[in-house]
């Protein structure tokens, strides 16, 4: 071997010191990327909403008269002290459940929770219980005797106790989810062949109040096996499908009545408005009957819808947070893509399609690291692509976005 000179043995030592120098930077790179937020893993979820539930306790619900969550922050005066109905009440319930299961598998969560939320958030929720008129009890709008009462509110309630009792086998939890099924009962007949009228008294049946009941009765029946519980989920589902399906989709239209409420055998007149929420309650209820029966049919009835609606409802973004162009959630109702969301992760459970679950993934993330986020506060806006400013937030809203991160959680922590 020839002997090297004195130059280039130095450009050698200099460029092995360059190799070094990009290894160490690659290292410490890869280490900022592994701690960077914008890196999906599951105790980024899990302190994400963690991070906004402790957010919204303290801005929805700390001091507040009664202890019940507020409707808005800022906070504004208005009926019942500005208190939010039933329905965000529901919403923070559904966060604070899929975030109790979220926890499960981390000591200090756990603890958490159970100490800090359990009996003080089904203490507020269970004071808009009442009997109106002498009819069974349930969930009204507000607090007090007279206050109205939604089929449809009432059944996302009961959903959430119905998951509590899996979780915790409490029987409290049990007991209302069954107080619940029993008030839907009261709104089913005959007329216009089955299904569950939106609110008493009311004159249309809709997909937001069948379909969750559909969804009900079949924890129920996953719960108790009682049979009726799946004869009831199987019909409700059949005729939610043949009559308020589109067939040229898969899409659930939003709600049908008889054009003349005093003829019984009138015409029947649809309302063809499309919701995110009406497509992932038809979803939830096809995958978890499929789960129940094995039947084939509803797999391909709940893969059909979600291929639909994420045709409808994505649009292509591109991240420079993430660094990376994905399907985004369009800007909606941010309540009713956390409830469309229930019904993509019951199909993904099944077939493993993570196609749906990586692009409500992403979305969040992408929420959670740009200005969608307020920094002050860190409530998020409704528009999850951010750019948009916003100075009023909804406990309703808000809560459906830490259902969003609580239920990613839960899928990461499982090894999904």
Known sequence: MKNLSFNTILFLLLLLSSCQKEVINASKDAKMIANNESAI????????????MTSITQLFLDGKPRDIWTNTYPHSD???DGAAVIWGHGAAFSGYTALKEAAERFPEYKSKYENAYDNRLLTAIDMFRNTRNGGPEAYAVYPGDGDERYYDDNIWVGLDMIDLYTLTNDSKYLDRAELVWNFILSGTDSLMGGGVYWKEG???KNTCSTAPAAVLAAKLYLATQESSYLESAKNLYSWLKSTLQDPSDYLYWDNVHLSDENDPNSALVIAKEKYTYNAGQPMQAASLLYNITHEEQYLIDAQNIAQAAYAK???PFNSSILGESFQILEPG????????LRGYIELYKIDKDRTYITAYEKTLSHAWLSDCRNAGTNLLNSDFRGGTTQNKWEI?????CVEMLARLASLEENGH
Request: hydrophobic share 50%; no cysteine.
């Open 313 to 315: 409802w994505f649009i």
């Open 41 to 52: 893993d599951t105790p980024i979820f899990l302190r994400r909403a963690d991070t906004l």
């Open 333 to 340: 109702h941010v309540w009713f893509q956390a409830i469309m």
């Open 78 to 80: 208005g009926y019942w």
């Open 396 to 400: 309703l809203h808000e809560g459906a």
């Open 202 to 204: 009311g004159n249309s």
